[in-house]
């Protein structure tokens, strides 16, 4: 499952994602509400960890989990923060949230919760795209699969991959991808992305990336889909 953890405190954010991979979760981590905000309208999470107090205020995640709502994110958020009165808790629910744990908390106990949380969502639809050629995608589980075969991609593949397919018809230069897919960090060569385009085009017969020389690589043409 991909969860996206908005936490400021780089310690926790790093015991949450440590602590989550070891259960086969991958974790994309947001130091602030606005960076919380543009990840989620990337890429399609199974579940959001919400803390309360971010940069942006103390009730910023708050403020976040409504936004995230009122544009169509279903997933489960589940709110971490060291203010547990009543009335927070209360604040928490009715700003989307779906959970409510206080801090310092129990890994065990935040795990517990999260398996409750994924299996009350488990009845929601799969985020799967269908690619040229027989190919899937689901963006949900981040796997890619032809004719029910699994086909082993890197999560930087993946990452590419899944930022075409939500943005089809957009054509992202190569600094674009850089910008996207490392954050900002520096040292990252142009010629990298062309790596990652060549991969990705062997392991799906080429029929998922096309170039516009001059404007970058975009998502290759979907198939219709039937009545």
Known sequence: MRILIVEDDPFIADLLRDGLAD????????PTARAGEELAQLFPYGLVLLDVML????DAGFQLGKHLRAHGVTAPILY????????????????????YLGKPFDFGE?????????????????????????????L??????????RI??????????ELLILHPGRAF?????????????????????DVYVSTLRRKTAEAVIETLRGHGYRLGALPELGP
């Open 23 to 30: 259960d086969g979760h991958e974790c994309d981590l947001a």
């Open 152 to 161: 082993e991609v890197t999560r930087r593949e993946m990452l590419l991959l």
């Open 173 to 193: 230069t190569r600094e674009e991808i850089i910008d996207r897919l490392w954050g900002g960090e520096g040292g990252v060569e142009p010629k990298v992305i």
């Open 140 to 149: 949900t589980s981040r796997e890619l699969y032809r004719a029910g075969q």
């Open 55 to 58: 940069p942006e205020g103390m």
């Open 110 to 138: 935040l795990r517990a919760r999260i398996r409750a949380l994924l299996r009350r969502a488990a009845g929601q639809v799969q985020h799967t795209v269908a690619l040229p050629q027989g190919f899937m995608v689901n």
């Open 80 to 99: 971490l923060t060291a203010r547990g009165a009543v009335e927070d808790r209360i604040s928490g629910l009715d700003a989307g949230g779906d959970d």
